[in-house]
């Protein structure tokens, strides 16, 4: 039902890997691992409303060192949307609409020589920076009046589903135009590229422009679904998504809230209202990733050039009877798509169940650039995967969410066959045999019969903690 013809294109034309992991299920911490190749635990950026440390070594720094024109255009999120005298930031208002800021100010921003960049997602009132001055340049000085005001005010209503903005003052629209001048500095200037076009969408609010907010028909869709009883043995955050007045105070130690902590359940309507939108925002995004592609291969680019299609993280739409990310650590959130495309070095229509992260992302692409890959990076290259040379380049994956200090910290050990997740400072868990149960219906953490299944994983989880620590530097001398 989903028409996506250039990512289906992508994987038809080059590799598609069906069993990649975000290293955190939220979007800062996640999008810090793609860039730094580590895991939110060592990079610093733990959470949303956190920021990465700006000494973190990025690859779109060691590969401008190695004479790459590198941009970064889209969505950032490596900075919270309040800044403080410790953790300033850009990413914040009142910076985000002082368009005379963004206009002088195109980088350097963690590592990328270039950047345009706007932080908000369909109409947030969070709109500005480079998007902004794009939508003015071309004469729609009135983009204030598609956006929500700033300061926000809860009582103004909320757009649901079709989007009044041009189709072509969209944000994604603007992420491929820039993107693809971008790529054509370099070409012009005759230096290699690495740019990463950082498309906003899919993600809630639920909004979007003709004729993409009438593409699917919601009687159309297929909802995610709740399967009687199979909550009964989740921990307990996750069973009191489908109370009506849910409490979950119990887990809170700071003032900001902890997302997904609220009632999940949604009018039928509602719900697949949300997911045509969602499938129409996911098709807006397609033709602009096409847009690029036919711009590489009609500057003769295209065969030199690596694309790699991947996200931050997955997303709920009625599976499990959740409608939103949180720490609920199902694969509907934490496997995200991860295509590759290589000419000629990455085998066309490659489908391979080979565990990945993404924060293999970044060791990957400096050892095919040729660039020595930092001691400290903990992701491990998969390049011999993407090219067919080797079946598998690890045995398990590690995805960590730690959004309150320790009341809601917990980590997921994934190997070829099962998943354990951990929580912090508590008796419950999760457990699931996904070669039986891949739809993960049934949590066997506390089930007798795998007593020794959850011994041995957490035995391997715990050598796995260990083997994953990672040091800057190598030891040279006895002392």
Excluded at 178 to 190: F, G, Q, S
Excluded at 231 to 253: C, I, N
Excluded at 298 to 312: E, K, W, Y
Excluded at 323 to 333: N, Q, R, S, V
Aim: hydrophobic share 35%.
């Amino acid at each position: 039902m989903l028409r996506t013809p250039a990512m289906d294109g992508l994987a038809r034309d080059g590799a598609r890997f069906d069993r990649a992991y975000c290293a955190n299920p939220l979007c800062s911490p996640s999008r810090s691992s793609i860039v730094t190749g580590r895991y939110p635990s060592a990079h610093g950026c733990w959470t949303l409303g956190t920021r990465l440390p700006e000494d973190e070594t990025t690859i779109g720094a060691l590969l401008g060192a190695a004479g790459y024109q590198t941009s970064l255009i889209g969505k950032a999120h490596f900075e919270p949307l309040r800044t403080r005298t410790d953790q300033p930031s850009l990413e914040s208002q009142p910076i985000l609409r002082d368009l005379d800021f963004w206009r002088s100010f195109g980088g350097p921003y963690y590592g990328f020589v270039h950047v345009e960049l706007a932080r908000n997602h369909a109409d947030e009132s969070h709109v500005g920076q480079h998007y902004a001055i794009w939508m003015e340049d071309r004469g729609f000085g009135s983009w204030r009046e598609h956006f929500r005001r700033w300061p926000d005010d809860p009582s103004e209503p909320h757009r649901r589903g079709r989007w009044d903005l041009p189709l072509e003052q969209h944000y994604s629209a603007w992420t491929a135009e820039r993107t693809i001048a971008a790529i054509d500095r370099a070409v012009a200037a005759e230096q290699p590229f690495f740019s990463w076009a950082s498309f906003h969408d899919p993600h809630p609010p639920y909004l979007v422009p003709e004729p993409y907010a009438s593409m699917y028909d919601p009687a159309d869709v297929v909802p995610g679904r709740l399967q009687p009883g199979e909550l009964e043995r989740m921990p307990a955050w996750t069973a009191l998504t489908q109370a009506d007045q849910p409490d979950f105070s119990g887990w809170q130690q700071t003032p900001w809230a902890n997302h997904g902590f609220h009632g999940h359940k949604l009018p039928d309507d509602v719900l697949r209202q949300n997911i045509a939108t969602y499938y129409g925002m996911i098709s807006l995004v397609d033709d602009q990733l096409a847009r690029i592609l036919e711009h590489l291969d009609r500057t003769g680019q295209a065969d030199n050039t690596i694309v790699v299609f991947s996200t931050d993280h997955g997303h709920f739409l009625g599976q499990h009877g959740l409608t939103a990310k949180g720490p609920f650590h199902y694969e509907d959130l934490l496997r995200v798509p991860l295509h590759v495309r290589w000419p000629g070095r990455v085998p066309a229509g490659l489908a391979s169940t080979a565990l990945q992260s993404l924060i293999d992302l970044a060791p990957t692409l400096l050892s095919a650039a040729g660039v020595p890959v930092p001691r400290q990076m903990q992701g491990v290259d998969q390049l011999p995967v993407w090219t067919g040379a080797a079946d598998r380049a690890r045995d398990h994956v590690i995805v960590e969410n730690r959004h309150q200090p320790s009341a809601v910290h917990l980590r997921t050990y994934i190997d070829d066959r099962y998943k354990l997740t951990l929580l912090r400072g508590r008796d419950e868990g999760e457990l699931f045999d996904l070669r039986d149960d891949p739809g993960e219906l049934c949590n066997r953490y506390d089930d007798p019969s795998f007593a020794e299944v959850r011994h041995a994983l957490a035995l391997r989880a715990l050598d796995r903690e260990i083997a994953r620590e990672s040091s800057r530097y190598e030891r040279i001398s006895s002392a």
